[in-house]
């Protein structure tokens, strides 16, 4: 084959490669997950004792003597006055406060799932320290305030229910005995644009675990196992966080503005006409 055509065809080629383009990889968002906030109210006894005891002596004495070529006299006089004073007090009951936080535990398992799914990537927030907790639950102004470096999107989750339960139930027509510790924890969660301050995505989770024990009726100390009920409840919780996320990609994907409409979308290359002189 003519080397004249080999030249005409290898440019040729070149030319589509440089018109047509290369697809650019999809943009991946960046997504902070927040510790779980939680409120809950807590209730105290007490009980106020007051004592007070006040006492006073006063004491007073007079004496005098006359003595002349007539006579001798002698006169005195005396006072006391004591007075005391006491007051007791006592007053008891109850008073109840919210108390509101942030957990540090169950997000280690919700990241996990993310980046298994491949679809984020994930930039570390910095943790809520202020003393104000009134600001918990304000997460735009912690948004503005820089708490999320780099982030497209916050994932902030909140305490909605956790609850602990032990339980002992006997096992009919045997002589044992289903000892139960379980607990089950529900957030609510809210995808958030660092952009626009829109909600993307919203939901509630729900984590589950239990440790069971067999054992005699005859008695025995039963220790059930709290750490591998924590464990679990965050991993199925992880899991359901990530599994809802993934099914409400629509609200992180179809943004009113353009950075967000550009996330997670392969953007077609501009199509060009390909012409061919030959001489």
Same mark, same amino acid.
């Given at each position: 084959?003519?080397?004249?055509?080999?030249?005409?065809?290898?440019?040729?080629?070149? $030319?589509?490669?440089?018109? @047509?383009?290369?697809?650019?990889?999809?943009?991946?968002?960046?997504?902070?997950?927040?510790?779980?906030?939680?409120?809950?109210?807590?209730?105290? #006894? @007490?009980?106020?004792?007051?004592?007070?005891?006040?006492?006073?002596?006063?004491?007073?004495?007079?004496?005098?003597?006359?003595?002349?070529?007539?006579?001798?006299?002698?006169?005195?006089?005396?006072?006391?006055?004591?007075?005391?004073?006491?007051?007791?007090?006592?007053?008891?009951? *109850? #008073?109840?406060?919210?108390?509101? /936080?942030?957990?540090?535990?169950? *997000?280690?398992?919700?990241? /996990?799932?993310?980046?298994?799914?491949?679809? $984020?990537?994930?930039?570390?927030?910095?943790? $809520?320290?202020?003393?104000?907790?009134?600001?918990?639950?304000?997460?735009?102004?912690? &948004?503005?305030? /820089?708490?999320?470096?780099?982030?497209? #999107?916050?994932?902030?989750?909140?305490?909605?229910?956790?609850?602990?339960?032990?339980?002992?139930?006997?096992?009919?027509?045997?002589?044992?005995?289903?000892?139960?510790?379980?607990?089950?924890?529900?957030?609510?969660?809210?995808?958030?644009? *660092?952009? *626009?301050?829109?909600?993307?995505?919203? @939901?509630?989770?729900?984590?589950?675990?239990?440790?069971?024990?067999?054992?005699?009726?005859?008695?025995?100390?039963?220790?059930?196992?709290?750490?591998?009920?924590?464990?679990?409840?965050?991993?199925?919780?992880?899991?359901?966080?990530?599994?809802?996320?993934?099914?409400?990609?629509?609200?992180?994907?179809?943004?009113?503005?353009?950075?967000?409409?550009?996330?997670?979308?392969?953007?077609?290359?501009?199509?060009?006409?390909?012409?061919? &002189?030959?001489?």
């Amino acid at each position: 084959m003519n080397s004249k055509w080999l030249s005409r065809a290898g440019v040729c080629v070149l $030319f589509a490669a440089l018109s @047509f383009g290369v697809g650019a990889a999809p943009k991946t968002p960046k997504v902070a997950v927040t510790d779980l906030a939680y409120e809950e109210r807590v209730s105290e #006894y @007490f009980k106020t004792v007051s004592a007070t005891e006040k006492s006073s002596l006063r004491a007073s004495g007079r004496e005098s003597e006359r003595e002349s070529d007539y006579g001798y006299s002698r006169r005195s006089s005396g006072s006391i006055n004591a007075k005391s004073e006491s007051s007791y007090y006592s007053n008891e009951g *109850t #008073y109840s406060y919210i108390e509101s /936080g942030e957990l540090r535990k169950f *997000t280690a398992d919700i990241k /996990g799932n993310l980046l298994k799914a491949g679809l $984020f990537d994930l930039v570390q927030a910095k943790p $809520f320290t202020a003393r104000n907790n009134e600001k918990l639950y304000d997460i735009i102004a912690r &948004i503005k305030q /820089g708490m999320y470096p780099g982030a497209d #999107y916050v994932l902030f989750g909140a305490v909605n229910s956790i609850e602990f339960r032990q339980e002992a139930n006997p096992i009919d027509r045997t002589d044992t005995v289903s000892h139960t510790l379980s607990l089950e924890l529900v957030g609510e969660f809210s995808l958030i644009s *660092t952009r *626009t301050f829109k909600v993307k995505s919203s @939901f509630s989770a729900m984590g589950t675990g239990q440790d069971v024990k067999l054992l005699s009726s005859r008695g025995g100390r039963v220790v059930l196992n709290r750490g591998k009920v924590v464990s679990e409840v965050s991993k199925s919780l992880g899991e359901d966080v990530a599994r809802q996320l993934q099914e409400q990609l629509s609200g992180i994907y179809a943004g009113d503005d353009a950075q967000d409409a550009s996330y997670g979308r392969r953007e077609e290359p501009p199509r060009r006409e390909e012409v061919i &002189i030959f001489k």
